[in-house]
């Protein structure tokens, strides 16, 4: 891995805040109407995702996840103004505005998704997996899900192939404490959900998702691992959501002390209480960095805003029609 340099603070710092206001933005135009549809923030997890970037070969491996997942694909290399312009349903997006939120998607930057059914993505992401092994290829793949995944049983399923065939893959279970409202604690009788993977004999265990540096250390030895046939891990790192699952959550199954709580460990703060500490930037440094992610959210803005809607004849050219399937009379 990468050693963590000043330079790898700063980047955290800047990209941290970036994610956390780019997120902060696509609540205000939710609130306005601007972006439909369901919109489910990220808003307390980014430790987990600048580690796993930091210990990622972003020239060959790969991510997949659920629906949490607007700044994932920003953090492997994609236009973030394509992914604000996704959310707006604008031809300029991701998916020419017909994936929306849930379903971000870059083939070219190896970010494959944003899905929508609790767990879908993880016999996916194995199945990615086996296609690097298959064409002996030595990429690694990131198959992500929440705690309420954890609990399906196509996991099972998946560990045990994915054990069977010795994959290149990494399960991360990213335990923000709750399903929707329902709390870890209420879901099954334990709550350490990294034991799941010792019943498979899979690598696995718990790490500090609020921390970057524990959460790098951890994806580096799993990903090489991986890389060099040693097959998968499964990393459950424990972290925290500040917002609701989604925009429309009144959030009456937790605490306002809760989240304060949490706040205390905020990834960001943490990563620029160490700049500081450490003399790596000034308190001005560190405003000129601040006043550039505000202006970098504000372009996204504005390019969403000023792009078109798709035609509307690109509904049609997308829904699948076979003209002789039995029974059903319909034309479009
Ligand atoms: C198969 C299926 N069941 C139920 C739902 C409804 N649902 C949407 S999100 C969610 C909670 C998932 O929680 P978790 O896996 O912890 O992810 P988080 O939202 O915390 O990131 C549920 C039950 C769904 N989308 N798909
Ligand atoms: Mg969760």
């Known amino acids: 891995m990468q050693k963590i340099t000043k330079e790898v603070y700063l980047k955290w710092y800047e990209d941290m805040l970036f994610w956390r206001k780019f997120e902060d933005k696509l609540a205000a135009v939710y ?11 990220y808003n307390g997890q980014e430790a987990v995702l600048a580690g796993a970037l930091h210990a990622m070969d972003l020239t060959k491996d790969k991510m997949i996840t659920a629906y949490r997942n607007h ?8 236009d973030p103004k394509r992914v604000m312009a996704e959310l707006y349903g604008k031809a300029t997006g991701t ?9 971000i998607f870059s083939k070219e930057h190896r970010f ?13 992401g194995a199945g990615m997996a ?41 399960f991360v279970c990213e335990n923000n404490g709750y399903a929707m409202g329902t709390s870890v ?63 429309s959550d009144a959030q009456h199954y937790r605490t306002k002390d809760e989240v304060e709580e949490y706040k205390k460990i905020d990834p960001i703060t943490q990563v620029k209480d160490v700049i500081l500490e450490k003399k790596y930037a000034t308190e001005d440094d560190i405003k000129v960095i601040d006043k550039r992610v505000k202006e970098k959210v504000l372009e996204c803005e504005k390019f969403a805003e000023e792009s ?17 399937y039995p029974f059903i009379q319909h034309k479009i």
């Open 31 to 41: 609130i306005q109407q601007k972006v439909r549809g369901f919109l489910h923030l």
């Open 71 to 78: 700044v994932q694909p920003i953090g492997m290399g994609v």
């Open 95 to 103: 998916s020419h505005g017909m994936g929306g939120s849930m379903h």
């Open 112 to 124: 494959y998704g944003g899905h929508g059914i609790v767990g879908g993505q993880i016999p996916l």
């Open 130 to 170: 086996f296609g690097d092994k298959y064409h002996d290829s030595d990429a690694v793949t990131l198959c992500c899900f929440g705690d309420g995944a954890a609990r399906q049983g196509s996991l099972h399923e998946t560990f045990n192939l994915a054990m069977l065939w010795n994959l290149p893959v990494v």
């Open 185 to 247: 604690e209420r879901t099954a009788n334990h709550s350490e959900i990294w034991k799941l993977g010792l019943g498979y004999d899979m690598p696995s265990g718990p790490v500090d998702g609020m921390n970057p540096i524990k959460v790098a250390e951890a994806f580096d030895e799993a990903i090489q691992r991986a890389r060099k046939g040693g097959g998968p891990s499964f990393l459950e790192l424990k972290t925290y959501r500040y917002r609701g699952h989604s925009m």
């Open 308 to 324: 078109p809607f798709p035609d509307k004849q690109q509904l049609y050219d997308m829904v699948y029609e076979q003209e002789d």
